[in-house]
């Protein structure tokens, strides 16, 4: 009791002397003394930006179904990536030009992270470029504008630890939202004939994590896309995630006629087949008069049996 008791004095201690000093932002000796608060819940602007994701509170966790060209597993949605907005649905984008990076792999291989590597390339997917380009893109794009992952909210900074965190976030949360078994679960699964409705959608995704989410639908109101909505208590890397509501776009999608559609049984090339020359043309019109020739004659001869 005694040394719990003294413990929590000396981290506060340390970390009020942060906050005078001025020397230093506060860490994460400073965030284990605060009382964090749910992202989006706080009545004033958040000073602590290292404990708290400010002013990018509102963590969408973003899913792809691509069946044009397919991508991923054919029982699984891929990762989009996990996005900051702001707490009234507006966002910021490509935060730091200091940190816009173009070697996502090679920084996740430094870091040993072979494994997170290994699901991206299965679940991580690009369906118009490279998944290194895609990567990096949310990266730049995301990553630099969640400002718990700032190297100054890092005690014994190593370069690019923070790329390295926020990659394993996004797949750790994406771990926890099955996207296909929460449809599949409620008689929702991809069909060339059948067709859903939105509120069968939403309903499903709403029974699963108590919470609506956006429903994006592509070309001919094929549903492609979800977007999960979170506050977080806590540094965006490590904090507890809570679901919550969209604030902004819904869907994209029509209430009626939604199109699922199976990965790797539609866009199927068709094979290139040269057009026929002009001689093979000039042939193939000359056999097709004979046989109407012949035909002619076998009629004529016909009718003069009969008489």
């Known amino acids: 009791m005694y040394l719990t008791w003294i413990f929590s004095i000396v981290v506060s201690v340390y970390a009020l002397s ?37 002013p990018g509170g509102l963590l969408l966790q973003t899913q792809f179904w691509d069946t044009d060209p397919a991508t991923g597993p054919s029982d699984s949605w891929t990762v989009h990536g996990l996005w900051p907005d702001y707490c009234n649905g507006s966002f ?31 679940y991580w997917k690009s369906d118009s470029g490279t998944d290194e380009s895609f990567w ?11 400002s718990t992952l700032e190297p100054r909210c890092y005690e014994n900074y190593v370069p690019q630890q923070e790329v390295a965190e926020y990659f394993q976030q996004v797949v750790d949360l994406f771990k926890t939202l099955s996207t296909y078994t929460i449809l599949q679960t409620a008689n929702i699964s991809p069909s060339l004939t059948k067709t859903y409705t939105l509120d069968q959608i939403q309903t499903a995704i709403r029974q699963a994590t108590g919470h609506n989410a956006t429903v994006q639908c592509g070309k001919n109101n094929t549903l492609d896309e979800v977007w999960y909505y979170f506050n977080v208590r806590g540094r965006a890397q490590a904090g507890k995630y ?28 068709v094979p290139d087949i040269p057009a026929p020359s002009a001689a093979i043309l000039s042939t193939t019109f000359s056999l097709m008069m004979m046989v109407f020739s012949i035909a002619v004659a076998s009629t004529v001869l016909s009718v003069c049996e009969d008489k």
């Open 18 to 54: 942060i906050g005078i000093s001025g020397k230093k932002h506060k860490t994460l000796s400073a965030c284990i003394a605060s009382s964090l608060q749910l992202s989006c819940h706080n009545a004033t602007d958040i000073s602590n930006t290292c404990c708290s994701n400010y």
């Open 136 to 146: 990096e893109h949310e990266w730049n794009k995301h990553g630099t504008c969640i």
């Open 92 to 122: 910021g984008q490509f935060c730091d030009s200091t940190r816009q990076y173009t070697n996502i792999t090679a920084i996740l291989q430094s870091f040993y992270k072979a494994e997170l590597l290994d699901f991206m390339q299965t």
């Open 242 to 269: 809570v679901h919550t509501n969209p604030n902004g776009l819904t869907t994209s999608c029509p209430e009626t006629g939604i199109q699922y559609l199976p990965k790797y049984q539609r866009g199927v090339p």
